[in-house]
């Protein structure tokens, strides 16, 4: 039985020699998600503007990255993967394949900012993780995250993030040819990208638990994205020929290059950068805020009906919610039990305890 891991001093960010070494990190970290959320506008722009199916923009997308990935990372050469690592990696792929279908229709149907917003929505593995592991006490912590966390996607899909309908609106307006008339949509349809959110935070989590080495990371995730392309390749044939009510997809170059290069290639680099060395993961409040930031910027571009103070009001009551669901218990014994199932658990799958079956 390995004894925990100690707590690193770089994880608290308690060191300033620490702090200045990961400065450059945090930089690319910031940019890398600036142009992730820069082409998921892109994207949204065009899929309501030229009415395309989403399955077969998805697919057109992950064909290139598929080629990319195994180019760069050569999963055949090195030392051979056993099946322990294939096989999941390959179901892998199929959760993936069904995750960015769904996040696609949610992002085309609710719009940018509930979209990426409702990723977050994978913390919810922190209350089954409290559930299944914690104290008593920590339980109901988790679930009052998860309330929270419900709330603000709540007051997310009653529109209070736009200017149009958010009450607490002061003075914003859209203007412009560019403004979007997103509507108030309930929370029916914001459960496309909830649960889209919630398959990404399970991916993730399966990739964690099978890959011991970085290399190896990588090699798996050029086996789970050419996993999802077959798996989304008789959707997509389907969807093309009786399954859509137009086949047509138009071509527009920024909007595929960008969720190509910057989407789904540039982001898993960056992500990977950002649990390795910043100890940051994708379910958190630092990420959250991270991705905040960026949505302001690119609203205000894109000029977009947008209320900043409701925005705030929402993000603020998520990243509380997520904080609460995927805190840690601070007690040594309980640490590395708690927190294998949240997006926030250790860095070393060999001592996260299995799955629940």
């Not at 149907?109 to 919810?124: D, F, K, N, T």
Request: with cysteine; proline share 5%; hydrophobic share 45%.
């Amino acid at each position: 039985m390995m004894s925990p891991k100690p707590i690193s001093e770089d994880r608290g960010g308690s060191s300033p020699h620490a702090t200045l070494r990961q400065t450059p990190l945090q930089i690319i970290h910031i940019i890398g998600n600036f142009m992730r959320i820069w082409s998921v506008y892109s994207m949204y722009r065009y899929l309501t503007q030229t009415r395309a199916s989403v399955v077969l923009f998805i697919f057109s997308c992950l064909v290139p990255s598929c080629i990319l990935f195994l180019i760069m990372q050569k999963p055949w050469k090195g030392r051979p993967l056993s099946n322990t690592q294939v096989v999941p990696s390959v179901i892998n792929g199929a959760i993936t394949a069904l995750y960015l279908t769904m996040w696609g229709k949610g992002l085309k149907s609710c719009g940018p900012v509930r979209a990426i917003l409702a990723e977050y929505s994978g913390a919810v593995l922190g209350v089954l993780s409290g559930v299944l592991y914690g104290r008593k006490g920590h339980v109901w912590k988790k679930v009052g995250g998860l309330i929270a966390m419900l709330a603000s996607f709540y007051f997310l899909s009653q529109g209070w993030a736009m200017a149009t309908y958010s009450p607490i609106s002061f003075g914003d307006s859209p203007d412009g040819n560019e403004a979007r008339t997103e509507q108030v949509i309930g929370m029916k349809e914001m459960l496309i990208p909830i649960f889209a959110g919630i398959l990404s935070a399970l991916k993730r989590v399966i990739a964690r638990r099978v890959s011991l080495k970085n290399q190896l990371k990588r090699r798996l995730n050029a086996i789970t994205i050419a996993s999802a392309t077959c798996f989304l390749f008789p959707i997509a044939m389907w969807d093309m020929i009786i399954g859509s009510t137009s086949i047509e997809l138009p071509f527009s170059a920024w909007a595929f290059t960008s969720t190509i290069l910057f989407a789904i290639i540039l982001i898993f680099y960056i992500d990977s950068i950002a649990e390795e060395r910043l100890q940051m993961v994708f379910s958190s409040p630092r990420h959250l805020m991270v991705a905040g930031g960026c949505i302001i910027v690119m609203e205000f571009v894109y000029k977009m009906d947008f209320s900043l103070p409701g925005f705030l009001i929402c993000a603020a009551i998520l990243g509380f919610g997520i904080h609460e669901a995927t805190s840690l218990d601070l007690t040594r014994k309980d640490t590395s039990r708690s927190s294998s199932l949240s997006n926030g658990f250790l860095d070393d799958p060999v001592e996260m305890s299995p799955l629940p079956t």
